[in-house]
Nanobody, 126 residues
Framework: QVQLVESGGGLAQAGGSLRLSCVAS????????MAWFRQAPGKEREFVAA????????KYADSVKGRFTISRDNAKNTGFLQMNSLKPEDTAVYYC???????????????????WGQGTQVTVSS
C-alpha cells in the first residue's frame, strides 16, 4: 500500500507564496505521475498540476499557469507545488495524487490516479 502525506498548507496573504510537499511511502512501488488537485467549498475537485516522474514534464491548469510550479525529488519520493502570486480564489483544500502505472485516462482527470493524500488547507486572504 502506498501512502501520500501532504504538508505546507496554511494561511497566506494575496500576492504571497506557499510551498506544498507530498511524500510517497510504501513497499515496492514506483510513481508514474504525481498531481495536485484542489477543492474549494461548494465546488468540485479540480486539476491543478501534474508531473511525469521519469521525464519531469509539467502540466498546469490555465488558472495557475505562470504562478504555480510543480516539481519532484525522485530520490526522496517527494513532490512539490510552489505557489506564488496567490489569489483569494486559490483558497481550497489541496490534494496530492499519484498514479503507479500509465493512466488509462488523461492526466487532468481524477480517475487517472489510484493514490490520494488526505489534503492540506490553503487559505489566501485579500
Amino acid at each position: 500500500q502506498v501512502q501520500l502525506v501532504e504538508s505546507g498548507g496554511g494561511l497566506a496573504q494575496a500576492g504571497g507564496s506557499l510551498r506544498l510537499s507530498c511524500v510517497a511511502s510504501g513497499r515496492s512501488f514506483s510513481v508514474w505521475t504525481m498531481a495536485w488537485f484542489r477543492q474549494a467549498p461548494g465546488k468540485e475537485r479540480e486539476f491543478v498540476a501534474a508531473i511525469s516522474w521519469s521525464v519531469g514534464s509539467p502540466k498546469y491548469a490555465d488558472s495557475v499557469k505562470g504562478r504555480f510550479t510543480i516539481s519532484r525529488d525522485n530520490a526522496k519520493n517527494t513532490g512539490f507545488l510552489q505557489m506564488n502570486s496567490l489569489k483569494p480564489e486559490d483558497t481550497a483544500v489541496y490534494y496530492c495524487a499519484a498514479s503507479l502505472a500509465p493512466p488509462a485516462v488523461t492526466y487532468q482527470r481524477q480517475a487517472a490516479y489510484s493514490e490520494w493524500g488526505q489534503g492540506t488547507q490553503v487559505t489566501v486572504s485579500s
